[in-house]
């Protein structure tokens, strides 16, 4: 497997910049699916985490209210909470260490984009970018394991606000980590190679390419992934200048 070099914090946070994270991406891609990077299609997100990152995906229901896409756990616990929609109950869980933890519902009609994209940012996001600054070594572990945090969460508003995020407003360990986990699973899912190879063909298709229902649509289906997905991704390449209003009345909603 690509193993990537960067620098990081004393704690073991990455310091990575945009171009960073889409080289570490290209590279990962060229590896494991390196087809569609001249030829843009789906990228195999579950292949990916199973085969080649060797992460468990497990599915259960994270909160009561939908609050938790996902969860990534770095080391083994037998306290994970969940919540057991048949009592109405939070119960907790046992899993093995490497494990990503998807919501349920996540595997309903009409959510397969979203799916993909809260994988890819559990896996190729947090389990290759951040698995250093959460494992914890189990022989050096404290009575009160959670304390550990070995793993991390989640929420549906970071995975969507944080898209959005300029790097120069993020403070916290935990908002770096989820705009990089956020940038990463956008540049797995969209190569930067694939997306401008796709834009070339787009305008020759459209003649010239404009932020149009029709290409942001297009592109959506081509790499399964949402529209407000696309949008972002062509805004931090630079390729549009703004998101559409639509989208950020969509992603700007209250904490959860």
Known sequence: MYKAIY??????????????????????????????????????????????????IDYQYLSH???YLGMMVFNSTNSLPIYNPRTNKAEYLSVKEDTAIIETSLLEPGNENIYRFTLAHEVAG?????????????????LFEMENKPIIECRKNRIFTYGIMPPKQLKTDVEWM???????????????????????????????????????????QIFKVSKIAVEIRLKNLGLIKELSSETVKQIKFDEL
């Open 7 to 56: 620098r990081t914090k004393g704690n073991g946070l990455p310091i990575l910049s945009k171009m960073d994270i889409d080289k570490i991406a290209n590279n990962l891609v060229s590896e494991y699916q390196p087809e569609i990077i001249q030829s843009p299609s789906v990228f195999d997100i579950e292949g990916f985490s199973e085969i080649y990152m060797d992460v468990d």
């Open 65 to 67: 209210d939908g609050r």
């Open 126 to 142: 947090h389990a290759y970018l951040h698995k250093d600054y959460h494992y914890t070594d189990p022989n050096q572990m404290s």
């Open 178 to 220: 989820e705009w990089q986990a956020n940038y990463m699973a956008s540049a797995i899912l969209m190569p930067m190679a694939s997306v401008d190879k796709l834009i070339d063909d787009l305008a020759m298709k459209f003649d010239s390419y404009s932020k149009t229902t029709k290409n942001i649509e297009y592109i959506s």
